[in-house]
């Protein structure tokens, strides 16, 4: 298309409604959900029955809100312990890894590269068995041999951790390794020349250029983390993730509560993305 010929009026029409087709496709979902979480209905669905927070705050009869709901708060604080994790680890080796694929005498960096981007290609099913399965035979073999339990390799909240750190750092270093191709190294020499010792030159100069494409990554990592559904299925032990306390909810029949809860996922989200790009603009400006 060149922007500085006319359009058609077919053209156009077909452009506006491509535009209006493509946007309702992504957020009508979405809308409807944050709708019916003030639904005053036992179930999460149409017709509307008039409007209501007790899917919130409700404390009687079968109206139980989310915040007096004891399963889905300590799913919640789950969900959220193990995305802080998951995160401050898939951080900081994911920025280690971009720092090594950037050395220009790695050994077999081709190689490395592809077995490291390798988790984030397969199915995430797949991957969650296929830890399951390892991490399981390893355990009970060094029980049945040496009489040592692994209970940290078994199903629980730290495999679910290592399960997902192993695909998600993968992100961060594709993330923080695309900013630091962009670094200029006369900059690190320069510090060399003034006296500056490696420590000095990595902490002053190159992650501090580094930075936002870091705290991006950790940014990154924690909602992946946080969401991450076909993986965690596999792993999980009596600490159950929210994710996997809503697709229980949702399979066993379900009050709007699940709605409530996908409307303050979504609220929450918005309101950060919202602020990082004031930030950025504001950045930007200055």
């Not at 669905?45 to 404390?59: E, H, M, Q, V």
């Not at 697709?247 to 996908?262: C, E, H, K, L, Y």
Request: proline share 4%.
């Amino acid at each position: 298309m060149i922007r500085s010929l006319p359009n058609s009026k077919f053209y156009t029409i077909a452009f506006n409604t491509f535009i209006i087709v493509y946007f309702v496709f992504l957020f009508a979902p979405l809308l409807i959900t944050c709708i019916l979480a003030f639904n005053n209905s036992m179930i999460p669905s149409l017709p509307w029955k008039g409007f209501t927070l007790d899917w919130f705050f409700g404390n009687r009869g079968e109206k139980i809100g989310f915040f007096h709901d004891k399963f889905n708060l300590r799913s919640f604080g789950v969900s959220f312990r193990l995305a802080i994790v998951v995160s401050l680890m898939s951080t900081a080796m994911g920025t280690c890894a971009a720092f090594l694929f950037e050395q220009e005498n790695f050994p077999f960096k081709n190689v490395m590269y592809l077995l490291m981007i390798a988790p984030i290609v397969i199915p995430g099913v797949i991957l969650g068995i296929s830890i399951l399965s390892f991490t399981t035979t390893v355990a009970n073999f060094f029980q049945n041999h040496f009489g040592i339990r692994l209970d940290s390799i078994r199903p629980g909240f730290w495999l679910v951790a290592f399960g997902q750190f192993s695909f998600i750092s993968t992100y961060v270093a594709m993330v923080v390794s695309a900013r630091l191709k962009k670094f200029d190294r006369t900059l690190e020499d320069a510090a060399y020349n003034l006296g500056a010792n490696r420590f000095q030159v990595i902490w002053y100069i190159t992650l501090k250029y580094l930075r936002p494409s870091i705290i991006g990554g950790l940014a990154l990592s924690f909602l992946l983390s946080f969401e991450n559904f076909n993986t965690t299925l596999f792993l999980v032990g009596a600490d159950v993730p929210l994710p996997i306390a809503l697709f229980n909810r949702v399979r066993d029949g379900s009050t709007p509560v699940i709605n409530a809860i996908s409307f303050l996922l979504i609220f929450v989200t918005s309101v950060c993305a919202m602020v990082n790009l004031i930030l950025s603009r504001k950045k930007k400006e200055d």
